[in-house]
């Protein structure tokens, strides 16, 4: 009995917490979203040009 009363209280707690987060606008969602895909982007361009070239030296060793 104690375990549920311990449970439920957790959750009004983090009820309670979420009331008082600060949402982002519509406006700021989209900017940072944008944000990860262009990094998302550079990143794997980055990785798969390394990749690329340590593969062709690998090669060229081996």
Do not use: C, P, Q
Not at 20 to 49: P, Q
Not at 52 to 61: A, D, K, S
């Amino acid at each position: 009995m104690n375990l549920i009363k311990s449970i439920i209280k957790f959750f009004r707690d983090a009820y309670h917490e979420l009331t008082k987060v600060t949402w982002l606008g519509k406006k700021e969602v989209a900017g940072t979203t944008i944000m990860v895909i262009i990094f998302v982007i550079i990143m794997s361009s980055f990785v798969s040009t390394v990749d690329l070239l340590l593969g062709t030296i690998v090669r060229i060793i081996l």
